[in-house]
């Protein structure tokens, strides 16, 4: 079982970036894929979800409206478009696969993680 993430960078406030976690290992219509995401001295927080099987999405108040999740289900990938990006989005963003669930909470899987620096 593999989850991998990428898209990760620097970018300045007010920028873009799109995260991709590609699934590998397991049958990707049965999870909730979700991002994860920890910055520094602080806990991990959930950011966002969706469930693979009907494509409900779920979201953080703190990312509501900047961030979008989707998935493609063809490609087991699922992507996190991260726009109006802030300095306090800065964070490792992890991806996490939950079976049988519409949303993330305790993952069977984790991927390696991705790092998010927004410049101000």
């Known amino acids: 079982v593999q989850l991998v993430e990428s898209g990760g960078g620097l970018v300045q406030a007010g920028g873009s970036l799109r995260l991709s976690c590609a699934a590998s290992g397991f049958t990707f219509d049965d999870y909730a894929i979700g991002w994860f995401r920890q910055a520094p001295g602080k806990e991990r927080e959930g950011v966002s979800c969706?469930?693979?099987?009907?494509?409900?999405?779920f979201y953080a108040d703190s990312v509501k409206g900047r961030f979008t999740i989707s998935s493609d289900n063809a490609k087991n990938t699922v992507y996190l478009q991260m726009n109006s990006l802030k300095p306090e989005d800065t964070a490792v963003y992890y991806c996490?696969?939950?079976?049988?669930?519409?949303?993330?909470?305790?993952?069977?899987?984790w991927g390696q993680g991705t790092q998010v620096t927004v410049s101000s």
């Open positions: 969706i469930s693979s099987s009907d494509g409900r999405t």
């Open positions: 996490a696969a939950e079976l049988g669930a519409y949303t993330v909470v305790a993952p069977d899987y």
